[in-house]
């Protein structure tokens, strides 16, 4: 697809931006990845403490052969060569990472090189930060570019990734790797609807002090109930602002408050079952619900006490089960394959349903999007299938993709992350890992100078 150049004469003459979403989308992850299932068994943990527990199969794995860096380039790069991306239709390039490897130096500006040739730099934008939910503001930055006065016609990208590893320990299980690109504007078959419901506080569950390590703090518990209150919070506020919209449009007051009825695919950053639990506090007699255990004794409940209520959460999950395989299941590819992308994690999950829906059965549908990034942000929204979505798959190739991953030892795994700790902000070097590792026509990264400059190459594609 070819993207056309407005000139300044041209855009004053356009109507404003209709149906702003994603006209095109790519992802990217690592060649190899480990099995879950031998983790366990490497570890030395009871069997499914990871594959049940967690609900992983495989985790994705680098080496320092990659960083954040080549990650963005190859995702942007090659959505730029899938669909014949015009660079100069690029007026905005918005960046979500939590995986720093420069305290001043932002990643987009190394994306800038891929514009180089065709002589744009006048492209806006740069980095956003906060852990999981960086993503998602800097989507939000770029269709608010789109819809605002300030926009000068032509289209934006947004670009998501991380390399999510942990010490030694609980945590190291729940890592990964994996990154993102989109590219947004108008007309598009994925519209992004209005309405954010979005809450933010103060929490340390997840955080990263030590700037000579890449590994993070964690308070697992905390992290846990963080999420869940932040699903309510963000989804109570979506709800909130979809009724205030509604009725300044001069809808009937008396008009089905919007519910989890409205929502075809609900996406996660995580999936969690918790998320029928405010739907059902806020319509309780509600039929579906008529079957809903111990409802009287819930309705009673203290919110705090709900947050931490394993019985609940069991039967929250049990009651849910059914529903949870056919509307959240399929946007979980890529997180069963490349486990936590942090920045990447919740588009990863809209590229996996997009993989895994049938265009003509996809079309009209609507997506719930919940963004969480610990610390803590999150909001709330949700996406409208209004058009054809046979590209977009057809492009991506996940599922091919993902099955096209080595599955490697898990020593070679805990070799890769040894290497990243030996090098981690070093000068003056040579990345050891080999490039059999990397996927052919893929960024990677040739060295560090004395200045701790960094210098990309590209493998051929053949």
């Not at 089905?256 to 950053?269: C, T």
Request: aromatic share 10%; net charge negative; charged share 25%.
């Amino acid at each position: 697809m070819t993207i056309p150049v407005s000139s300044a004469t041209d855009f004053e003459s356009q109507p404003r931006p209709k149906d702003v979403g994603i006209l095109a989308m790519e992802v990217y992850f690592p060649r190899r990845c480990i099995s879950e299932e031998e983790l366990e068994e490497f570890d030395g943990v009871s069997k499914g403490k990871y594959t049940i527990g967690l609900g992983q199969k495989f985790m994705a794995c680098c080496d320092d052969r990659e960083d954040i860096n080549s990650f963005a380039l190859n995702a942007v790069a090659n959505l730029l060569e899938k669909y014949d991306v015009d660079p100069l239709s690029i007026g905005r390039i918005d960046v979500g990472t939590e995986t720093i490897i420069d305290k001043s130096k932002a990643t987009k500006t190394v994306l800038m090189e891929l514009f180089a040739d065709a002589g744009n730099t006048d492209i806006e934008g740069v980095d956003s930060k906060n852990a999981c939910y960086g993503s998602t503001a800097a989507l939000f930055n770029s269709i608010n570019w789109i819809e605002s006065s300030s926009w000068d016609g032509r289209n934006a990208i947004v670009v998501g990734g991380d390399i999510a590893i942990y010490a030694e320990g609980t945590g190291r299980p729940t890592g990964g790797a994996g990154a993102f690109a989109i590219l947004v504007g108008p007309n598009a078959p994925l519209i992004f609807e209005p309405v954010h419901g979005t809450h933010m506080s103060h929490s340390y569950d997840f955080y990263k002090p030590k700037l000579d390590s890449e590994y993070p703090e964690v308070d697992g518990p905390l992290s846990i109930t963080a999420y869940t209150s932040a699903i309510d919070a963000s989804y109570s506020a979506f709800l909130k602002k979809h009724a205030a919209r509604a009725k300044r449009a001069g809808k009937a007051t008396d008009a089905p408050a919007f519910s989890l009825e409205d929502i075809d695919y609900p996406v996660f950053h995580s999936p969690y079952g918790k998320m029928i639990w405010n739907d059902f506090m806020s319509n309780p007699k509600a039929p579906k619900y008529a079957n809903f255990p111990s409802a009287e004794d819930v309705l009673k409940q203290e919110y705090s006490a709900s947050l931490l209520d394993k019985t609940l959460e069991r039967g929250l999950i049990t009651f849910s089960k059914s529903l949870f395989e056919s509307t959240v299941e399929p946007s979980m590819k890529m997180a069963r394959r490349c486990g936590n992308m942090y920045t990447a994690s919740l588009f990863g999950g809209l590229a996996s349903l997009i993989s895994s829906v049938e265009p003509a059965e996809f079309k009209g549908k609507r997506i719930s999007m919940f963004a969480f990034g610990s610390g803590l942000a999150s909001s709330f929204y949700t996406i409208l299938v209004k058009g054809d979505s046979t590209q977009i798959k057809e492009k991506l190739d996940l599922i091919n993709r993902l099955d096209s991953m080595k599955v490697v030892p898990c020593q070679e795994y805990v070799d890769s992350l040894k290497l990243r700790e030996k090098n981690h902000n070093a000068g003056s070097y040579t990345p050891e890992g080999s490039l059999d590792n990397i996927w052919p026509g893929s960024y990677y990264l040739e060295s560090i100078d004395a200045k701790y400059r960094r210098k990309y190459s590209r493998l051929s594609k053949a």
